[in-house]
């Protein structure tokens, strides 16, 4: 299996998809999501898990990582430029800026694609695409260990897709 995205070049994350973009939610959080295309999955594919993810963020975050992005149950192989917002196709998880340091964003708000603001330096990225034999018994709202568990015994093939944001600059 094979993912790309027209949203990263050589690498890198293109500005639009974090907080050099210009669609924000209440909170300033960047929501315009990152497309994606998959190709080559297995056979017997019945959907699609993601997360996006920043380990970078460890320092930052006193020592966890930073979730982006959560979806299951895509019965597609692309995802367009923004359709974290748009499509109702798929649930979609909480992402960590719910959490403290994210200032407890709401759940409603944070169901969604919460973009990329590395404050300390430049941060690497990682979309995790997992082709699955099933749908999940998840509603929107689900948290990474739900999504972890209810994929267990239904992972077909995984991959990652990396990029780099660049640091804010204030």
Request: glycine fraction near 8%; hydrophobic fraction near 35%; aromatic fraction near 12%.
């Amino acid at each position: 299996m094979k993912v790309t995205s027209k949203g990263i070049i050589n690498g890198v994350i293109q500005d639009c998809f974090g907080g050099y973009g210009m669609q924000f939610n209440e909170n300033g959080v960047p929501t315009y999501s990152l497309p994606f295309q998959i190709e080559d999955a297995p056979v017997d594919t019945k959907t699609y898990a993601l997360v996006l993810e920043d380990k970078d963020a460890y320092p930052v975050t006193g020592g966890f990582v930073w979730i982006h992005w959560l979806a299951a149950n895509i019965a597609r192989t692309e995802l367009q430029e923004n359709e974290s917002q748009t499509a109702k196709d798929f649930v979609q998880g909480c992402n960590s800026w719910t959490s403290i340091q994210g200032n407890q964003q709401s759940k409603e708000l944070s169901c969604y694609y919460g973009g990329m603001t590395p404050p300390d330096k430049d941060h690497l990225y990682e979309l995790h695409i997992y082709a699955l034999d099933a749908s999940l018994e998840l509603e929107n709202g689900f948290l990474l260990n739900e999504l972890y568990r209810a994929m267990e015994g239904h992972i077909l093939d995984e991959y990652t897709l990396k990029g780099v944001y660049r640091k804010l600059e204030k």
